[in-house]
């Protein structure tokens, strides 16, 4: 390809805009929901004020992706660059709403309160990736790739695969047709007449089976005419509004909202970063300052217009660029996603399409950024990508425990922490093993790595490093401080990662004693410690 001759559209863009495009409206609809029926948030700013916002940004982060893939395709003549992908992010929709909004709904009783406090803390958040963006790149060039890809293997199984895998068997003659249609052609190569988007022939699929079995009287994918017909009534073209005196209002919550801004500031950089090394995996290589300070800036913009959900650098770059999508995909997403927001579209696709229809193509996703993490990985490092991957797993299941609990009116203090522990619930280890659980992956996996390659200097020092954000609270803990007396937020956890550091350094200096100085050390196994005369590192 010659550089002054980028092709903005490729055939294989119509995949990728279907993927990504279905995949973001997914998350719309959930937004949707999130405001509609947990915050009972007024449709005048549901509809009005924040889904136009949300477009707006949304439009101007595809916007800004396909530009840098743009520039990636014009300087390299390659004509395989894909743009990274942009949408919200879903463990940020959640913890926005039911940590920070639903929290301060319930204490003010007003909805436009829980709005400001929301919009205050992605504006801090939005300062955290700009600023962050400097520092990623060091992070990135001193961390195992079985780390930084492993951690998003957790994020991708526990909170973007498993809901969607479930609702699937939940509604298994759409979910598992429509998951059929998705794997046959995403996976298998099967093209379907007229090269029709797979994505495309999944949902509409799923959407005819579920108006039929409504006509019928079964009631699968849960289709209510009347509310389709309701949904016509918010028809119309908004436009987002400035809302900074909104933003500042929010501000009058900052104690309450520090608590969580800062680390989960650490997380959105931790996981954009994260995505950035995944497409470079994948072959296309971005600057990970340009990428992160492009998300903060994106979210200043969409907050202070009246968003309280930020952009993200998205999940999911290999799987679009496996479809076929280079450049024309971001920005048909972009154009897409403000059509649907500017003219109030998407009350009627939320009562339209059944959402069961869709999830496959969350969990054709989810498989690909787990795949991607052993496949772009030396075989060696596969336990440290396991290891990664746990503490995700304990977050999703004290979600699954909180909900379950919340629902019956009780919770885990309530009904008592040796009461659970008894049944096998040990919701004490949940909570510690899962509190930025992105953050301890991406530590323990980094640990991992080096303790194979034998550099265990290096993995004393990822260690320490755990030591010092447990310690604050960035890991194992519900909320940065420093604890009680000044011990740390969760001190024995503290404790622990510190003797880990010191062991290592102690194995350490003992493998790189002279051969003749040196007696092997072994473990209770049997196997040799330290063998060779020196450590490499």
Partial sequence: MKKDSVSLWTPGDWNALFGLGTNVLVNLLVMTGLLKFVLQMPDAITFGRILPAVGLMLFMGNLYYAFMAYRLARKTGRADVCALPSGPSVPHMFIVVM?????????????????????????????????????????????????????????????????????????????????????????????????????????????????????????????????????????????????????????????????????????????????????????????????????????????????????????????????????????????????????????????????????????????????????????????????????????????????????AGTSAQQVGLDQLANVGVLYQGLSLLGGGAILTGLVLGATVVFVIERQLRTAAAFALAGAVLTYFGFMHGPAVGFGENGLGVTPMVTLGYLLMSAFFMLCASFAEKPASEQEPTRLPGGDALAEAPGVPE
């Fill in 99 to 407: 940590v920070i909004m639903l929290p301060i709904l319930s204490q003010t009783g007003d909805p436009v309160k829980a709005w400001e406090a929301g919009m205050a803390w992605v504006f801090m958040q939005g300062f955290i990736l700009i600023g962050g963006g400097f520092i990623a790149p060091i992070i990135r060039k001193i961390t195992p790739r079985a780390a930084l890809l492993g951690t998003l293997a957790g994020v991708s199984i526990a909170f973007i695969s498993m809901r969607p895998a479930m609702e699937i068997y939940m509604t298994p003659a759409i979910g598992l047709l429509s998951l059929a249609i998705i794997l046959v052609s995403w996976f298998g190569g099967v093209r379907y007449p007229r090269s029709i988007p797979a994505g495309l022939v999944a949902i509409g699929v799923g959407t005819i089976i579920a108006w039929i079995s409504t006509a019928m009287g079964w009631g699968w994918g849960g289709m209510d005419p009347q509310k389709l017909l309701q949904s016509f009534t918010h028809f119309g073209f908004t436009v987002p509004l400035p809302a900074v005196d909104h933003v500042f209002s929010g501000f009058q919550f900052l104690g309450f909202i520090l608590v969580t801004a800062i680390p989960f500031g650490v997380y959105d950089l931790v996981e954009a970063m994260d995505n950035v090394e995944s497409a470079e995996a994948a072959g296309d290589t971005y600057s990970t300052t340009e990428a992160l300070a492009a998300e903060g800036t994106i979210s200043l913009i969409g907050t202070l217009m009246g968003s309280p959900f930020a952009n993200a650098v998205y999940i999911g770059h290999p799987g679009w660029k496996e479809m076929g999508g280079r450049i024309g995909y971001s920005i048909g997403t972009g154009v897409l996603v403000l059509s649907l927001t500017w003219l109030n579209i998407t009350s009627l696709l939320l009562n339209l399409i059944p959402v069961v229809a869709i999830l496959p193509i969350l969990l054709y996703i989810g498989a690909l950024i787990g795949a991607q993490a052993f496949q772009s990985t030396p075989t060696a490092h596969a336990p440290a990508i396991i290891f990664a991957l746990v503490p995700h797993l304990a977050a999703w299941a004290k979600v699954m425990v909180d909900g379950a609990l919340g629902a």
